[in-house]
């Protein structure tokens, strides 16, 4: 590798921007850091189920994202995100990229870098590649599957269930390197046959914009939120986060009229959520908002009491990190979880915040009128701790670097 030249990566993701996830901050890192940066994705239809403006399954092929050339690929949507959707959404990427990305990439890499937030079919165009143009392939995992498709209930039949965990085997054991969100996700992943040594920790970061602010008086966001004591959720309205507990949280202290469920974002169980609030009667005390743009989202951030993320109570679920703590951390707010295992722990050893086992509504509204009933200054003291532990763990410009020594070792010693 010349010292001279730029080292050459494909970023493979089936979801990219204009969609929001992580993997838009680190093509973006990457490329500030020297790198010659290609993304092959889908077209976005992320978490509307359908194609966003101006893109279509065969309309806008390529697009620049900040320098960066991208190139996508035809997808059926997601639709309303169920099971069958879904699947045909999945494989028509996979199989499509599979076919489509030796055409479209034909450029030589120095490595193919895999995004996995779901579905681990992503790395089945990888290994075409791979074969194709001999580069080593990272596969960043943010979710274990099959596991996960069977805590969310997506799919249940232990024939496919099986089929899957063999096409994970099959898909891991052709990666180079391995990177897990969690260090919990360690021992699963070497279930599937992966020796420890290509296996490394690689957390998730949160973008340079996850600051702590100060908004002045008049703010447009002070308009959109009710006075009170705010308990803000932010993030994927799904069936892993547990709404369920949430609502019935809400239920249990309902006679509080002061506080105030304050819930941004969107998903495929958004519906669901607002009909619930309608049938037990808590339009005043629980605000689905909607989907804001992730630059707004430190500003509201900073008019919340207290940041919310919950889980659903599976052993897969507890060795996840989600993402949302580490922006809620980046951001200096105190929190209050509702999940078990990796999140929950980091939760209390940060001192940001409080946790509580998943699923336990009781325990979960308990544990929030203790945090109502705080001084300021102490909810305050749990936000800077909570910031503190970010900066030494979590932050952007202190992993990037590290990947980045990560790889371009790996790709030297080859």
């Given at each position: ?108 890499y120095d490595a193919i870098f895999v995004y996995e937030p779901s ?261 305050a003291a749990m936000g800077t701790s909570g910031r503190s532990y ?25």
């Open positions: 590798m010349s010292a001279s030249k730029p080292v050459r990566v494909l970023i493979i993701t089936q979801y990219f921007w204009p969609e929001d996830f992580r993997i838009n901050d680190l093509a973006l890192g990457l490329k500030q850091r020297g790198w010659d940066v290609s993304v092959l994705t889908g077209k976005p239809n992320y978490p509307q189920g359908r194609y966003f403006d101006g893109y279509g399954f065969l309309k806008r092929s390529h697009d620049r994202y900040e320098g960066i050339q991208v190139v996508r690929i035809p997808l059926i949507p997601r639709g309303g995100g169920g099971a069958l959707r879904l699947m045909l959404n999945y494989l028509s990427f996979a199989l499509l990229a599979s076919v489509l990305a030796p055409l479209r990439c034909r450029e030589r579905p681990v079919t992503v790395g089945i165009p990888a290994i075409v590649l791979k074969k194709i143009r001999h580069a080593p392939i990272f596969f960043w995992i943010q979710d274990l599957w099959p596991e996960s498709l069977s805590a969310t209930g997506m799919v249940r039949s232990p024939l496919i269930l099986r089929s899957v965990e063999r096409l994970v085997r099959y898909i891991y054991n052709r990666c180079d390197c391995l990177l897990v969100q969690s260090r919990a996700f360690t021992d699963p992943v070497k279930k599937h046959g992966v020796e420890q040594s290509r296996i490394a920790y690689f957390p998730n970061c949160a973008e340079e914009l996850y600051q702590p602010v100060s908004l002045p008086e008049g703010s447009s966001e002070y308009s959109l939120l009710p006075t009170g004591f705010r308990v803000m959720f932010a993030g994927n309205i799904g069936s892993s986060q547990d709404f369920e507990t949430i609502l019935a949280a809400a239920e249990r202290i309902r006679t509080y009229k002061d506080i105030h469920w304050i819930i941004l974002g969107d998903g495929r169980m958004a519906t669901w959520v607002k009909q619930e609030i309608q049938r037990r009667g808590l339009s005043n005390s629980v605000h689905l908002l909607g989907k804001f743009p992730v630059s707004s989202m430190p500003k509201f951030f900073s008019l919340a009491d207290v940041m919310l993320v919950t889980l659903k109570r599976d052993p897969i679920f507890a060795l996840t990190i989600p993402s949302k703590i580490q922006s809620y951390l980046a951001c200096g707010r105190p929190i209050i979880a509702a999940l078990d295992g990796e999140g929950a722990r980091i939760v209390e050893e940060s001192g940001a915040g409080v946790a509580v086992p998943a699923e336990d509504s009781t325990a979960l509204a308990d544990a929030l009128l203790n945090i109502y009933r705080m001084l300021p200054h102490q909810r970010f900066l030494a763990n979590f932050e952007r410009n202190m992993l990037l670097d590290r990947l980045d020594r990560q790889m371009k070792e790996f790709i030297s010693k080859r």
